[in-house]
């Protein structure tokens, strides 16, 4: 029984430091465009890229 109280008490102090760190990242901003790269490959580049000629 001890070994289950054990694992547990593991188990529920790994899940919360997930929890804290899927906040943190959250505040700081790192799912805030998830539009972008995956509509990114459809844009033209504006600038034209000049070869050297021989």
Excluded at 25 to 46: A, C, E, M, W
């Amino acid at each position: 029984m001890s070994a289950l109280i054990l694992l547990l008490s593991v188990s529920l102090l790994v899940a919360a430091g997930f929890l804290v760190a899927f906040v943190w990242s959250v505040k700081k901003g790192q799912y805030d465009d998830d539009y972008t790269p995956s509509v990114r490959i459809l844009f033209d580049d504006n600038e034209k890229k000049s070869f050297p000629q021989s």
